[in-house]
């Protein structure tokens, strides 16, 4: 299966985890998307140094934002990587995980697929942009 342009709708392994209680509804991709933080981050062109940790998504736009509610990944800087997504658009928002090889060159960052998405750092910030969205990620610590 080819996953789509966007680097964040995670493919593989669909677990459903919304409880049997809530009733399933169509939300705006406007009002599912997660909130960008206040403070204006000064975004720099990153390298691979960047790509250590656990991250959370704080911000997702573009056609991105239509199914995905928030975005895990965890990178390694041995160059693995894995990540899950809420995702919206079936009867339950469900997790999608994927976890592979990411490799950085000049055009970018590879999450395996062959197609290079942009990668910029803020201090303890990821944006990984591409042609069908930008995800905006926060550095988590893992307890």
Request: charged letters at 20%; one cysteine or more; a negative charge.
């Amino acid at each position: 299966m080819r996953r789509s342009a966007v680097p964040f709708a995670l493919a593989g392994l669909a677990l459903a985890l919304a409880p049997a209680c809530i009733t399933p509804s169509v939300v705006a991709s406007t009002g599912r998307a997660v909130q960008a933080e206040p403070a204006a981050l000064d975004w720099q062109p990153a390298g691979p140094e960047a790509l250590d940790g656990f991250f959370e998504s704080v911000s997702i736009e573009g056609e991105a934002a239509a199914a995905l509610v928030r975005i895990y990944y965890h990178f390694a800087p041995t160059g693995t990587y894995t990540g899950a997504a809420l995702v919206i658009g079936g009867n339950e928002p469900e997790f999608q995980t994927l976890s592979g090889q990411w490799k950085f060159g000049p055009e970018g960052l590879d999450l395996g697929d062959g197609v290079p998405v942009r990668l910029l750092a803020a201090p303890e910030h990821l944006r990984i942009e591409s042609e069908g969205g930008i995800v905006t990620l926060r550095k988590r610590a893992l307890e």
